[in-house]
C-alpha cells in the first residue's frame, strides 16, 4: 500500500498479479478484476456529549471546517467548573501548606541552635547528656517535619499542574 493524499492506492503490480493467476487457467470463460479505490475516513469528536443536530448522512462528502453535527456541551461545561474548583481548593491547600513549611522551617532554625547550644555545655561538662539526647531528639523530629513539609508542597505543585493541564485540555 502507498499513502498518497490521504487516499490508499494498491500498485498496478497486484493488480497484474490477479490477472495471471486468474488468467493461466484453462478455462474458456474470462474473469476481470479491478481496483476500486475509496477512502473511509473516522473522525473522533474532540468533546464527548449528546448530539443535538446531524448536519450530513452517512456517505455525504464534506469539506474542511464544514460544520458536520452539534454537540451538548453542558457536560463539559460543568467538568471546566469543577476543574476551576479543584484548582483553587489546590492553590489553598498550597498557601496552608506553604505557611506550614515556613513554621516548620523557623522551627528547625530554633531547635537547631538550641541543640548547638546544649551540645557546647555537653563538651564543657556543664549540661547533662539527658539534655543533649532530647534536643537530638527535637532536632530529628523537626528535621523530618520540614522534609515532610516540603514534599506536600511539591506534591500540591504536581497537582497543580495536572488538574491546569487538563484544564488547558477542557
Known sequence: HNRVGGKMKLYPVV?????FFFGCKNDTRHQYTGVLEGTAVKVPALAGGQILALYVDSG????????????????????????QAALLEIQI?????????????????YVQEK???????????SAPRQNLDDA???????TSSHRSARQNLQILAA??????AQLNLA
Do not use: G, P
Request: glycine residues 0%; aromatic residues 6%; hydrophobic residues 40%.
Open 115 to 125: 541543640y548547638d547550644r546544649i551540645a557546647q555545655l555537653f563538651q564543657k561538662n
Open 15 to 19: 493488480l497484474i498479479i490477479l490477472i
Open 60 to 83: 455525504d462528502q464534506v469539506v474542511k471546517d464544514q460544520k458536520i453535527a452539534v454537540i451538548d456541551s453542558t457536560e463539559l461545561v460543568f467538568q471546566r467548573q469543577q476543574l
Open 136 to 142: 537530638q531528639n527535637q532536632l530529628q523530629t523537626v
Open 93 to 109: 491547600q498550597q498557601e496552608i501548606a506553604r505557611t506550614t513549611f515556613d513554621k516548620i522551617t523557623s522551627d528547625l532554625a
Open 159 to 164: 497537582r497543580q499542574q495536572q488538574v491546569q
